[in-house]
């Protein structure tokens, strides 16, 4: 495993109970969008790549033959592999792995699905390489996460923010970073679904046990973000925000 993967990983490691309750992560249109696809691959292989708590893998599990979670953090595997046993998942398996270095063969999946993820990816190139070597040709690709605005400002502001409330953050990308991106990886693009989700910041940085002093931090530069940034991000009076994703439908060319 490579250094920044380390680093993710021991950043999350006290908090996959956290990621596992979180209503963000375990609901959301994204996430019936992904079971609506998979409804034509009754018998794929599923990836969740970068799984977190697991919620791509349980909503999933009951549509296809099997699903491997994936992700650099042992303690969120070891959330999942208890999570999917108590739901009777038993075609869930975990393996430990970042995103950049897969231990799986060439087309060795039927489907990758990455859901707030890649944003944490050192190396998020390399990464949508692998996600395109392990996936087999004409087999589906589903990306998901935080999109930054095209707009220089607004993408600063953001990026701040993120790297504020969570060290391990990376970059969320633009929307024409990511089109240029899974081009250039190997994936011919099917379809781009953009929402808004809403955030209560109290939840926002409990979940990544946000330090006080950048709590505040935060807050300073949200309350002295210019009107245009206060708009775009629908910023209230207790901090809480909206921050736009994107869902990538695609197919490995």
Request: net charge negative.
């Amino acid at each position: 495993m490579s250094q920044p993967a380390d680093f993710a990983a021991a950043h999350y490691a006290p908090r996959a109970q956290d990621y596992l309750a979180s209503e963000v992560h375990r609901s959301g249109a994204d996430l019936e969008q992904i079971a609506e696809a998979l409804r034509e691959h009754a018998g794929a292989r599923v990836l969740d790549l970068g799984c977190g708590g697991g919620h791509v893998a349980y909503r999933a599990a009951p549509l296809v033959r099997e699903v491997v979670a994936c992700d650099p953090t042992a303690s969120m595997l070891e959330t999942v592999r208890a999570a999917a046993a108590e739901r009777g998942l038993h075609n869930i398996e975990v393996r430990q792995a970042a995103a950049e270095q897969l231990p799986f063969a060439d087309g060795d999946f039927d489907v990758v699905l990455s859901r707030f993820s890649t944003h944490h990816w050192r190396r998020r190139n390399a990464g949508l390489r692998e996600a395109r070597r392990v996936l087999k040709r004409e087999g589906l690709a589903i990306f998901i996460d935080v999109a930054a605005p095209e707009d220089a400002l607004l993408d600063t502001h953001l990026q701040t923010v993120e790297l504020l409330r969570d060290v391990s953050h990376v970059r969320n990308y633009r929307p024409s970073e990511w089109v240029a991106a899974l081009a250039a990886a190997g994936f011919a693009l099917d379809g781009v679904t953009a929402r808004r989700l809403p955030l209560r910041f109290d939840d926002w940085v409990a979940r990544t046990r946000t330090d006080p002093t950048h709590v505040a931090a935060i807050r300073s530069l949200q309350q002295g973000a210019p009107a245009e940034v206060r708009e775009h991000f629908a910023i209230a009076e207790d901090g809480s925000f909206s921050l736009d994703t994107l869902t990538l439908v695609a197919h490995a060319v």
